[in-house]
């Protein structure tokens, strides 16, 4: 309210001021006469102030017709000016509806329409940051794969789009299983954002599949770094790859230092089963046997193995079953209560020929838990004990058709592996393989002779006259014949 009574009283006294000038100059009686060319004119000061306003006027519309014409001659020669920029503005204004409309309808599942939009985007913004992206992605909804691998390729040029155009490509040969050129691509994108977690996925995965466990360790070291994995994940997965770039020099002629990196490999993670005993064997091919036992027995405490028992048997490989029996309590009394300790302690005095020792050795493991293992080793058990063939047979075919018990199981897809590795064949995930005990659908059944891995070989008797096949008995009939 007093601002524009303030404007109104600032307005009067502007006009009052005026005209009081104006009055005054009327009132002086000076004129203003001018000669041009033998004209003579005379004109009094209100009217030689109106011209002179006039003057000023035509001079600046003057300078502003020069100043278009100049700004003309320049848009026709192809230089920027006032025109030049309304015409850009008006192709942004388009250009950006073209990509937001580009962006809405791939959003809506309609690619050839985003591909059509994204393409006026390109071509009326020129911003390839934003509309080459944009272009690929709707070419590769509308399965236009060489549209997209041509606007991926574009986004190389630019320092500022090449790690998005190198990952486009890699994705593209991810899906055609061109995984050769992906592994390049991946190194190039790794390159350039080390710290991007997805490509040190990508890197690591193709690097597993490829057998490059060196450099997969180096990619899990990046990822550490960059904070992607807690330390002791890090250290367990770094064992697994040490493991496996072991495995792959791991023979006859391998040197020192190779046979060291499966050493290595149960230092950085004593629990890992496979890195223990194949650590065990390092020490074994050196003449460490003190060394074998100690990792072995480690090893042992934190999860009882058959392949440990397999890799604390080779410690000693011609010693008599007496002597291996002696020997193995180093690893029996460790984890007594066990299953897997009461089958290999029955195992052994079944090669002992102590078959009373070993039935109190596996005390209720077959009935309690009954596996093919276990109802094996009951069968011979049986069989040393001088039972009827009947109940042996029976004991066999039950072994046959039992659970096969703890194997490697993918944690992830639950897929079945007949030995350890450190991606699943199934799902292609890594470090997912756990010793436990599968579906019972999934198992299968192995030879007898693969249910007994320590007994010795023992010849088997003449064959004599086939036997009738029994028929299965009752339990009850089983326990009266066994007693």
């Known amino acids: 309210m007093l601002w524009s009574l303030t404007k109104v009283v600032l307005f009067v006294v502007l006009v009052a001021g005026l005209a009081l000038g104006a009055g ?11 000669i041009v060319a033998g004209w003579e004119f005379t004109i ?3 009217q030689a102030l109106v011209l002179g306003l006039l003057l000023i006027l035509a001079v600046w519309l003057l300078l502003k017709a020069l100043g278009l014409l100049g700004a003309t001659f320049r848009f026709l020669n192809g230089d920027e000016t006032a025109l030049s920029r309304y015409f850009d503005r008006n192709r942004e204004r388009k250009g ?6 580009a962006m809405m309808a791939l959003a809506s599942g309609e690619p050839r329409l985003a591909l059509s939009r994204a393409q006026n985007a390109e071509r009326l913004l020129g911003k390839p940051e934003l509309t080459t992206l944009l272009v690929a992605q709707a070419a590769e909804a509308a399965g236009d794969r060489k549209r997209a ?8 040029s630019d320092d500022a789009t090449r790690f998005v155009g190198v990952r486009g490509l890699l994705q593209q040969k991810l899906a055609e299983g061109d995984r050769e050129v992906a592994l390049k691509l991946a190194e190039k994108a790794f390159q350039l954002r080390p710290k991007h977690a997805e490509t040190q996925d990508i890197l690591l995965k193709l690097q597993s599949d490829a057998g490059d466990w060196s450099g997969a360790r180096e990619t899990l070291g990046a990822k550490l770094k960059s904070g992607g994995l807690p330390k002791d994940v890090y250290r367990r997965r770094d064992a697994v790859l040490a493991l496996q770039q072991a495995r792959t020099v791991f023979d006859d002629t391998a040197s020192i230092e190779a046979r060291e990196a499966a050493i290595e490999a149960n230092r950085l993670s004593p629990d890992l089963i496979p890195a223990a005993a194949m650590a065990a064997r390092g020490y074994i091919a050196k003449g460490d046997r003190k060394n074998a036992t100690r990792v072995l027995k480690k090893a042992w405490e934190v999860m009882p193995h058959p392949d440990l028992a397999a890799a604390f048997a080779e410690i000693e490989p011609d010693e008599s079953p007496q002597d291996r029996l002696k020997r193995f309590r180093n690893l029996t009394n460790l984890r007594p209560d066990n299953d897997e300790t ?8 079944i090669a002992a020929e102590d078959f009373p020792a070993a039935r109190r050795a596996l005390e209720d493991v077959a009935t309690r838990a009954p596996t093919q293992r276990s109802l094996a080793i009951l069968a011979a058990i049986a069989r040393g004990e001088g039972a009827d063939d009947l109940i042996v047979r029976d004991l066999v075919a039950k072994a046959i058709s039992a659970p096969r018990g703890p194997q490697w199981v993918c944690d992830k897809c639950h897929a079945i592996h007949d030995g350890w590795q450190p991606v ?6 890594f470090d997912t393989l756990s010793w436990k005990t599968p579906p019972a659908s999934a198992t ?12 010795d070989a023992r010849p088997e008797p003449e064959p004599g006259p086939a036997l009738p096949e029994p028929e299965p008995l009752a339990p009850d009939e089983i326990a009266r014949r066994a007693n």
Request: aromatic content about 4%; some cysteine; proline content about 6%.
């Open 44 to 46: 009094g000061p209100v």
């Open 24 to 34: 005054l100059l009327a009132e002086s009686g000076d004129s203003l006469r001018i």
């Open 96 to 101: 950006y509806r073209a990509l937001s409309e």
């Open 444 to 455: 299968t059944s192995p030879a007898l002779a693969e249910l007994l891995p320590l007994m």
């Open 342 to 349: 009461r089958m290999l302690l029955a195992e052994l005095l």
């Open 149 to 156: 691998t041509e606007a991926y390729k574009t986004l190389l």
């Open 424 to 429: 699943c064949d199934n799902c292609g995930s």
